[in-house]
């Protein structure tokens, strides 16, 4: 590291569970994020801040009038920009040495697995069960970390799938795909904004920690608020041996 980011990232080298070589770890990293709206806004904004090499963002919105009030990479005067574009200024300005690349796509299975491949850690920060568990496919045929991120209402919820690790469970032995999920979107049943940022922070948080190889990520576990009580509890879960999706994944 040089000088100026010896002294960008002084809090973080200070701690002494974080130190110079998970910073140096976390500036030579790659990280997915899929999503540019309530999660993935602040997820890139810490991850940026904290000096993730390299950031690939991929959403196919535009941003509109009704996302200003949670979807904070967003500004009034970048409506009917893509989102990924508006992420991108929001996470140069926080931080220039950090790289972002915006793709505006809808991701299929094949461009999934592209995308996935090619970096250390992914960040599920999107609205839906359809791509979530598209994303979990190609996390654990690439063997790459996943952290989803979930906010609906006051109700959030985050879970770290460490796929490099042989007995870790995956999104969808928690979560078992079905076709009769009923699924809530939050243009019809709302969300507390800043529910959004506790979630997406803790995504940041949880992925620096896999990242910087300290801490102890949230892998078996699901992490759950309510913003109504501010209560907060953990619920472990282990891995389906059954699992379709990742029970003959290869060592």
């Not at 109700?155 to 078992?176: K, M, N, V």
């Amino acid at each position: 590291m040089n000088d100026e980011q010896l002294l960008r990232y002084a809090r973080h080298i200070l701690l002494n569970e974080f130190g110079i070589e998970a910073q140096e770890s976390i500036l030579a990293s790659h990280v997915l994020i899929i999503g540019a709206g309530g999660l993935g806004s602040p997820a890139l904004a810490y991850l940026a801040a904290s000096g993730v090499g390299r950031i690939t963002i991929i959403d196919d919105d535009q941003v509109e009038l009704s996302n200003l009030q949670r979807q904070i990479a967003h500004t009034t005067d970048r409506i009917g920009w893509d989102k990924v574009a508006s992420a991108q200024v929001m996470a140069n300005q926080l931080n220039p040495g950090v790289r972002v690349d915006p793709v505006v796509a809808r991701l299929d299975d094949t461009s999934l697995a592209h995308w996935v491949q090619q970096v250390d850690l992914v960040l599920d920060c999107c609205d839906n069960f359809a791509t979530r568990h598209a994303i979990n496919r190609a996390c654990v045929a690439a063997r790459k970390p996943l952290i989803s991120g979930a906010a609906i209402r006051f109700s959030g919820q985050i879970s770290t799938y460490d796929l490099r690790q042989e007995q870790a469970p995956c999104y969808h032995c928690l979560f078992p795909e079905a076709d009769d999920v009923e699924e809530l979107r939050c243009a019809t049943t709302g969300v507390l904004s800043p529910l959004l940022g506790m979630v997406g922070s803790a995504q940041a948080s949880e992925a620096l920690k896999v990242l910087g190889g300290f801490g102890e990520p949230l892998v078996g576990r699901l992490l759950s608020v309510d913003a109504l009580t501010m209560n907060w509890h953990t619920v472990r879960f282990g891995r389906d041996p059954d699992c379709p999706v990742c029970a003959n994944r290869c060592e």
